[in-house]
């Protein structure tokens, strides 16, 4: 295999050929418009100068790379390449007439790939004569730097074509990462709770956009927040994203695009490229931004009114309380503040009516949990999923009946603790827990539908979305039980479907298996 045909001089199509040529690969890049693979080519040379100018690449090795891609507007020129990679548009009638178009003009046996992100393989290639031939090859943007590659098999691919098409990603520096096809391979179907919980969070006034995004990455350990993402993807990328994987999946709640996307998007507030979107942008920079950690640096002095701290349920928090200095007693009698890592643990537990209680609120409701106690305006919920030595942030979430020097009290507490804090609205799950639950979720019927293999999914989560842990590395690091309990109580809270926990998840929750057994 020497010789590779991409269809498409687009953003993905010049990406993939300069893939390819860099992989030493001889590339036949096809257009049907001759200014844009002149604007490829451009493109393509910009990127490989950045690279020379980084200490990447060498000064010679551009004009080598550049001389392996050759241009044409003839589709028929394709007759002499060995295997084929599709990058135009996302139009399911336009890649079906071009694989019908390329099965009759590309030797017998020649892969042809498809870069889709969301259509289906097994549609695309139903035209053509040999549809074993035909599977899915989806880059990541940009193709360049991406190091993932999803090899889809539609329902007819033949395994010597998807081998062959593995060999080649891994030829070309990349990871292939197995998928059978179904809406939104594994990426762009796992990750559709991130911002689609994301929107419903802000929907409900949970919290901002920018207290989200700053919980996403501090919490939980992002690069980026839902909304920073969106922004950068562009608002209108990202909703069409969802439309279709919605529609694909017949209206399945799960993946119900909100309002607030087509709001955004009517109003030309797509993100970055247009200068607003989530955040307003100056010079490419978000001008009213999440606010960077700053207690996680250097933790604030010691809560003067709590000497004596009562933590159950929690070692983890007992642990950090007694690194800044607190005194830790057994007795909620003799605590000056109560911390329950366990909502269960409020059962038969009455401390002093004036003691401030902290209850660990991913499951259930501040406002429920109040209502079990002495005095429910000294009751504030915390988020302990993760658990707190993970986070460098803390939700803290007073009820309806918290008295607000209890919640101000609870702030100063873990700010004491080197942790920063959000105050974010009652409900279970909080942010950082019902972002992860619901992650951990799809993964869950992603595995349990055979889309992938568990290994498969985290690596296509981590390299795909450069996410810190892949969703079932996480489940099993909070442990399923938890993750169960998120999702309960959300759906007990809410009584909506898109809540209800996968099977698989379910199951092995109950067996005491972890999801990547």
């Known amino acids: 295999m020497r010789r590779i045909g991409v269809v498409g001089a687009g953003t993905m199509g010049a990406g993939i050929a300069q893939v390819a040529a860099r992989s030493n690969f001889d590339v036949l890049l096809y257009d049907i418009d001759p200014n844009a693979l002149s604007g490829a080519l451009r493109r393509v040379k910009a990127d490989l100068e950045r690279q020379v100018a980084r200490g990447r690449l060498a000064e010679p090795q551009v004009a080598e790379i550049l001389n392996r891609i050759t241009t044409t507007t003839t589709l028929g020129d394709f007759a002499a390449v060995d295997f084929v990679i599709e990058a135009a548009p996302e139009d399911l009638e336009l890649k079906r007439g071009l694989f019908d178009r390329l099965d009759r003009l590309c030797r017998h046996d020649v892969v042809l790939a498809t870069n889709t992100s969301s259509l289906s393989v097994t549609q695309i290639g139903a035209l053509a004569g040999r549809a074993d031939r035909v599977v899915g090859m ?58 689609g919980e994301a929107l419903r969070l802000l929907g409900e006034q949970v ?70 979107g989530w955040y307003r942008y ?33 070692a983890d928090l007992a642990d950090l309380a007694a ?42 409701s501040t406002t429920e949990m109040a209502a079990q106690t002495v005095n429910p305006a000294q009751v504030v919920g915390y988020g302990g999923l993760p658990r707190v030595s993970r986070r460098q942030l803390v939700e803290v979430a007073p009820g309806l009946r918290t008295d607000p020097a209890a919640t101000a ?34 993964a869950a019927f992603a595995l349990q539908e055979g889309v992938a293999t568990a290994e498969g999914i985290d690596t296509a989560m981590r390299l795909g979305l450069n996410y810190p842990l892949g969703p079932l590395e996480w489940a099993d690091e909070l442990g399923l039980d938890a993750v ?24 092995r929750a109950v067996a005491g298996l972890p999801l990547r057994g």
Do not use: W
């Open 138 to 195: 989806h880059f990541f943007n940009p193709a360049p730097a991406m190091r993932l590659v999803e090899v889809v098999a539609g329902d007819a691919s033949g395994e010597a074509a998807l081998e062959a098409t593995v060999a080649l990603a891994e030829a070309m520096g990349k990871e292939p990462v197995r998928v059978r096809d179904t809406p939104g391979f594994i990426v762009n179907r796992v990750a559709r709770p991130f911002s």
């Open 207 to 276: 919290a901002t956009a920018a207290q989200i995004d700053r919980i996403a990455r501090l919490a939980c350990g992002f690069r980026m927040g839902p909304f920073e993402l969106m922004d950068l993807v562009g608002l209108d990328i990202n909703f069409a994203v969802h439309r279709s994987v919605y529609e694909q999946f017949f209206g399945d709640p799960r993946f119900r695009p909100h309002p607030l996307q087509e709001r955004m998007v009517k109003a030309g507030k797509l993100g970055r490229k247009t200068g607003e």
């Open 282 to 314: 100056r010079d490419g920079q978000a001008v009213n931004g999440p606010a960077p950690a700053q207690h996680s640096q250097v933790p604030a002095p010691r809560v003067p009114e709590v000497r004596n701290v009562a933590v159950l349920g929690d």
């Open 323 to 364: 690194e800044a200095g607190y005194r830790l007693v057994d007795c909620c009698a003799d605590a000056d503040l109560v911390i329950l890592g366990d909502p269960a643990l409020l059962v038969g537990r009455q401390p002093s009516p004036e003691v401030p209680v902290l209850v660990e609120a991913s499951t259930r």
């Open 409 to 442: 009290m609870a702030v100063r507490f873990f700010h004491s603790l080197g942790r920063d804090t959000e105050v974010v609205a009652d409900g279970p799950g909080l942010v950082a827990a019902r972002l992860l639950a619901c992650l951990i979720n799809e």
């Open 484 to 507: 169960l309990a998120v999702l309960v109580g959300l759906q007990g809270e809410t009584g909506e479907d898109r809540y209800r926990p996968a099977p698989y998840l379910r199951k």
